[in-house]
């Protein structure tokens, strides 16, 4: 990896600090293939080199980096496994970026030095059993009773299930046509890992993402404190919105580092490789497939990290972030198949 022209100091010193990382973990991502069993050990090395401050202001313990700086550990960690690079990617925006835009003073003093440590991990959760794409029409429930507001509902394919500390959740304070009309009938609420009522419903098997817990969640009459709640009542599509611009361009940075070490792995191969008295990789297919790979992997950083530069400069990134998401998955998905043929 390289770095790009605008990056700064502390982030150029971060991309080496997290290449040499992934350098020396590369074994351990390997192992986690066979095993599948979640890299604890590698997310607390992670933890102590303070990466997980990236977006964090340093007055709460951050390293203030950016999302460019979130996106350049990413991509990094992917190369070691999806597991270690999606557990990262989705506690900073399973919370982080909630909290820097919408929470209170008191909840960022609460909540944001302890992800900056590593301590708590997060988890994002919108997709339902019924809900995916629309994410409007979350039917998890929540009527406000004292102090407290009660969940009641499922969710779906959430990343980080049962090794998440806090989980951003996202459901209905409000069935009135003129809220739902103005978006203004969600509200997003930090639920603590443990809470009675809360549970981890089942664990995915995934193609591809292996050692990452991904499942089902249950909420049963969860009594959440109404300081938990993000933002003001109502306001949780503003919440939800905001943040994913974020995760686009964190979950794209995760497919980044994937394709760097599948161009090397082939390449290394036709180098070793000899058919017809000669080594494949003078074989024309072969160097097309390779260059082809090259240009999509140039052009995925470049939209990647051109998003990430737009957000660290509070830009509606909007459409950047969206089509870095679509372009990169589309890239991602035919540089590993050609890596394959070759």
């Known amino acids: 990896m390289e770095p790009f022209f605008w990056w700064n100091e502390k982030q150029k010193s971060l991309m080496e600090d997290a290449r040499a990382f992934a350098d020396k973990s590369l074994p351990m991502g390997e192992e986690i293939l066979w095993t599948k069993q979640f890299p604890s050990d590698l997310l ?40 270690l690079s999606g557990a990262y990617a989705v506690s900073m925006f399973g919370g982080v970026e909630q909290l820097l835009s919408f929470g209170s003073e008191e909840q960022k003093q609460r909540w944001l030095p302890k992800i900056a440590k590593g301590d708590v991990v997060g988890a994002v959760c919108i997709t339902e059993p019924f809900v995916g794409s629309d994410a409007a029409g979350v039917e998890t429930t929540t009527k406000r009773e004292g102090d407290y507001y009660v969940l009641n509902g499922k969710k779906r394919f959430i990343t980080n299930a049962g090794l998440a500390d806090i989980y951003c959740v996202y459901a209905r304070t409000s069935e009135k046509p003129r809220d739902k009309s103005k978006y203004q009938h969600l509200s997003a609420f930090l639920v603590e890992k443990g809470t009675p009522g809360f549970s981890v419903e089942k664990i995915n098997e995934l193609s ?18 109404a300081e938990n709640l993000i933002g003001q009542e109502g306001a949780g599509w503003k919440v939800m919105v905001a943040g994913l611009n974020f ?8 497919m980044l580092g994937s394709m760097r070490e599948a161009i090397r792995y082939a390449v ?5 490789r000899v058919q017809f008295d000669k080594p494949t990789i003078d074989i024309p297919t072969n160097q097309s497939k390779i260059a082809e790979m090259l240009a999509n992997l140039y052009t995925s950083r470049l939209l990647v990290y051109h998003a990430a530069h737009l957000l660290d400069q509070h830009k509606d990134a909007m459409v950047e972030a969206a089509t870095a998401k679509m372009l990169t ?7 590993m198949s050609d890596a394959v043929q070759v």
């Open 268 to 272: 290394a191969y036709t180098q070793r």
């Open 247 to 254: 995760e686009r361009v964190a979950f794209a940075a995760g």
């Open 208 to 225: 591809g993402w292996f050692g990452l817990p991904n499942g089902g969640l249950d909420f049963n009459d969860v009594r959440v404190p």
């Open 329 to 335: 998955s589309d890239m991602y998905e035919k540089l």
């Open 44 to 83: 607390k090395d992670v933890a102590r080199k303070g990466w997980f401050g990236g977006v964090i202001p340093q007055e709460y313990g951050g390293m203030d980096v950016g999302v460019t700086g979130v996106a350049i550990v990413t991509e990094e960690l992917s190369r070691v496994c999806a597991a």
